[in-house]
Nanobody
Framework: QVQLVESGGGLVQPGGSLRLSCAAS????????MGWYRQASGKQRELVAV???????NYADSVKGRFTISRDYAKNTVYLQMNSLKPEDTAVYYC????????????????WGQGTQVTVSS
């Protein structure tokens, strides 16, 4: 059984910073990609940032220059450093990973974390 466990959300003032972490655990063959999505109240879930294994990161235009995604491959962990936060960054942030596991055979499956609330408000 694979789990993604997130941490690091909270309340921060505009212009402040937060760092989110997400660790994957369980019987994992390999991880193809890890990233972050967010969903604001009343809106659809959207991609924030993703980093494929062996590749460079991709960011949503709205967070470029402010957010940095990074991976610790040894720890199966992905981080999201969020700087210069704005009220419009307020959302539930979800960790996502495309993970290769053995079920009846080896395959790649999408996994999600439980979500962590980020609120940017004065």
């Amino acid at each position: 059984q694979v789990q993604l466990v997130e941490s690091g959300g909270g309340l921060v003032q505009p212009g402040g910073s937060l760092r989110l972490s997400c660790a994957a655990s369980g019987t994992i063959f390999s991880i193809n990609a890890m990233g972050w999505y967010r969903q604001a109240s009343g809106k659809q879930r959207e991609l924030v940032a993703v980093v494929p294994s062996g590749g460079g990161p991709n960011y949503a235009d709205s967070v470029k220059g402010r957010f940095t995604i990074s991976r610790d491959y040894a720890k199966n962990t992905v981080y999201l450093q969020m700087n210069s936060l704005k009220p419009e960054d307020t959302a539930v942030y979800y960790c996502n990973a495309l993970i290769r596991v053995y079920r009846t055979s080896l395959g790649s499956y999408d996994y999600w974390g439980q979500g962590t609330q980020v609120t940017v408000s004065s």
